[in-house]
T-cell receptor, first 113, second 113 residues
Framework: DAGVIQSPRHEVTEMGQEVTLRCKPISGHDYLFWYRQTMMRGLELLIYFNNNVPIDDSGMPEDRFSAKMPNASFSTLKIQPSEPRDSAVYFC???????????FGDGTRLSIL | QKEVEQDPGPLSVPEGAIVSLNCTYSNSAFQYFMWYRQYSRKGPELLMYTYSSGNKEDGRFTAQVDKSSKYISLFIRDSQPSDSATYLCAMSAGQTGANNLFFGTGTRLTVIP
């Protein structure tokens, strides 16, 4: 069975450009999470969805960040305009309802020049 | 004080050694405890998942939870070079509708052949 699928795996772009990261969660999972990982801060939760509805976006660093989940099998995280300090690895994870573990994709390594 | 504290290491051990990885936490509401393994340039992969206090064994891996001390451990017996990775502890209070995981910063382990 396929796990969480993220694309692209790597993205290099110039400051000011729009960046869109994509995620396909595991089929049947009710929750979807977006994380950012850096050496300095570790894994940080940015936003999570339950049944396609955003529940908590308090981790989104600024208005430049936005996330959508138009259906149960697809979500995007958008940064516009991008800045060098946004460089990090962005992970998507999904899980079932209740106290079940989260399953992660392999991430998008983002570099903003 | 962080919710979850984990020694970042790095930790280097010879092949065949017993490895002990640990996390402490401050929130007594945590009931679900996980260990994730993260290889370089990959997403965190669920390794162990336990509920409340006690031990859980899976092959060479044993997870221990001591809720009275707010302390969890992962033991790796007969460590192998393929165990070289970053290990992250994670925990959750597990309330329905609030699947948030609190992560440690990860311990980087190297097993030397």
């Amino acid at each position: 069975d396929a796990g969480v699928i993220q694309s692209p795996r790597h993205e290099v772009t110039e400051m000011g450009q729009e960046v869109t990261l994509r995620c396909k969660p595991i089929s049947g999972h009710d929750y979807l999470f977006w994380y950012r990982q850096t050496m300095m801060r570790g894994l940080e939760l940015l936003i999570y969805f339950n049944n396609n509805v955003p529940i908590d976006d308090s981790g989104m660093p600024e208005d430049r960040f936005s996330a959508k989940m138009p259906n149960a099998s697809f979500s995007t995280l958008k940064i516009q305009p991008s800045e060098p300090r946004d460089s990090a690895v962005y992970f998507c994870a999904s899980s079932f309802e209740g106290p079940s573990p989260q399953h992660f994709g392999d991430g998008t390594r983002l570099s903003i020049l | 004080q962080k919710e979850v504290e984990q020694d970042p290491g790095p930790l280097s051990v010879p092949e065949g050694a017993i490895v002990s990885l640990n996390c402490t936490y401050s929130n007594s509401a945590f009931q679900y405890f996980m260990w994730y393994r993260q290889y370089s340039r990959k997403g965190p992969e669920l390794l162990m998942y336990t509920y409340s206090s006690g031990n859980k064994e899976d092959g060479r891996f044993t997870a221990q939870v001591d809720k009275s001390s707010k302390y969890i451990s992962l033991f790796i017996r007969d460590s192998q070079p393929s165990d070289s990775a970053t290990y992250l502890c994670a925990m959750s209070a597990g309330q329905t509708g609030a699947n948030n995981l609190f992560f440690g910063t990860g311990t980087r382990l190297t097993v030397i052949p």
